[in-house]
Structures are given as C-alpha cells and as structure tokens.
C-alpha cells in the first residue's frame, strides 16, 4: 500500500480533513487536521482514523501507522 493510497483512505474516511504522511507504504506516520475532532478525546480521534484503515491493518497490507490527530486550532 503507498502513501498516497493511504492518505487518499483518511482523507475520504475523516470529513473534512487534511492529511500529511511520511514512511514507507507498511511503516508510516500521519497527520490528520480536522474540524470534526473538536471536543474529542485523544483515542477517540485515533479511533476514528484507524477505522478508516483497519481492513487494510488486518490483512497485513499496512504494518504499522502512527497518528497524530488534531483540530486546525491545535496544528497552527
């Protein structure tokens, strides 16, 4: 799985959002900025954007994915 494949999956799963990654396709980090974790818990946002990926983590495609989620006010 690429980067872009990978980003273009969180962008369409997390309303909203503007994805940032780097790594390779099985071993990444993110970024993901959105409006729609404003009042969110922590793992709640990681939640979130793991469940837009978790097929893919299940079947081996993706390894490992580090995230960061914020809102636009916490990433200015």
Request: proline content about 3%.
């Amino acid at each position: 799985m690429t980067l872009d494949e990978i980003q273009a999956k969180l962008e369409a799963g997390v309303e909203g959002s503007t994805v940032t990654m780097e790594g390779d396709g099985c071993n990444c980090s993110t970024l993901v900025v959105s409006p729609i974790f404003e009042g969110m818990s922590l793992l709640a946002r990681q939640k979130m954007v793991l469940a837009t990926v978790r097929e893919n983590i299940d079947s081996g495609e993706l390894h490992a994915l580090s995230i960061k989620a914020r809102t636009p006010a916490e990433n200015s």
